[in-house]
């Protein structure tokens, strides 16, 4: 059997991670969860080949918001697929968004989630 791919997952919400963490799961995922955007990008930067993809909210804890978590992805892996989830700020995607994202507006459901992540990874399922 191949290994799932792992996507590296940032929300603070409790409730949100786990619908992300069992939507991911049933969909043929691994998530990894960090807790904060400082935690994902030293994730990303000391196991870059092990994160298939990232999904960040846009308001985190921590300095570091999902803008600026993706945008480091992108500097570590400029092709590093990224989707954004948000309650807020969809309005700012345009500008402060990497380019080739996604972005989510909560709620959403783990299909559209699923839907996305293989969007991005060239498995569409």
Aim: proline content about 6%.
């Amino acid at each position: 059997m191949s290994e799932l791919p792992i996507i590296l997952v940032i929300e603070d919400d409790r409730d949100l991670q786990s619908m992300i963490e069992d939507g991911l799961r049933d969909g043929g995922f691994e998530p990894a969860i960090a807790a904060s955007g400082e935690e994902a990008i030293t994730l990303l930067k000391a196991f870059k080949t092990k994160y298939r993809a990232l999904v960040t909210d846009i308001t985190l804890l921590g300095t570091l918001d999902g803008w600026r978590v993706a945008r480091g992805a992108r500097e570590i892996d400029p092709s590093f697929p990224i989707i954004y989830i948000t309650g807020g700020g969809a309005d700012d995607w345009t500008t402060k968004g990497v380019p080739d994202s996604i972005l989510l507006q909560k709620p959403f459901g783990p299909d559209q989630l699923v839907a996305a992540v293989s969007k991005l990874l060239g498995t569409d399922r």
